[in-house]
């Protein structure tokens, strides 16, 4: 199953919840988990989650000890990390907002993100429904840019952001517009995973703007990773 694909019920892994129309985990979400996995998250240390949908990566970074900030802008999201939180027994602030909107001015240690950024046909990002976690205009940056922007801004000295998206919505942007600025930026994780039905939906519209030749049967996935000197 490709991570353009949502899933509706329940996820992979034990204790983990989703609410009807809350994206759940899928191979995006358990490379980003993976890439998590290898940095360092001391103690205390100050950790937000954009777009936390279940709120996975949320409860696996305060299990390390972090002090954990989740966000998302569908209340169903919200509730479901909550729960999660909840079941696992770890303490997760988790906000309905917009990005950052609901903690201005706030820094962190380690910024976590699986935005919405698969390619759509149908122009600006929608505002409601199930396919705003993972619809993104039609070049798939709309959120993701965003983050980029933010992300200087965001992380203190030493700090570092862990993204995760698809080949298709451009790898070296991503690395270019971090580095503009001032973050050090790099893949540092990447995985090749079949299409599933969104994406397939798609294929001659992707190929049609030359994101896709017709040989290519998987989607490549990325995780981004930039630090602040």
Known sequence: MSAAVPTLTTPRGPG?????GVYAPQHDTHLLLRALARETVRPGSDVIDLGT?????AVA????????TAVDVARRAVLTA???ALLARQRVTVHRGDLTDPVPGRTYDLVLSNPPYVP????PPPRRGNSRAWD???DGRAVVDRICDAAPYLLRRGGALLMVHSD??????????????????????????????VLLSRLSWLRGRGL??????????????????
């Open 136 to 138: 993104a205009g039609h």
């Open 53 to 57: 949908g279940s709120g996975l990566l």
């Open 168 to 197: 298709l919505t451009g790898t070296e942007a991503t690395l270019r517009r971090l580095s503009r600025g001032g973050l050090w930026a790099e893949v540092s994780d990447t995985a090749s995973v079949p299409f599933g039905p």
């Open 120 to 123: 759509s046909p149908l122009g």
């Open 16 to 20: 983990v919840r989703t609410l009807p």
């Open 61 to 68: 970074a305060a299990r390390r000890g972090a002090r954990v």
């Open 212 to 229: 896709l030749d017709d040989r290519t049967d998987e989607e490549k996935l990325v995780v981004i990773r930039a630090e602040q000197p």
């Open 82 to 84: 909550r729960v999660n």
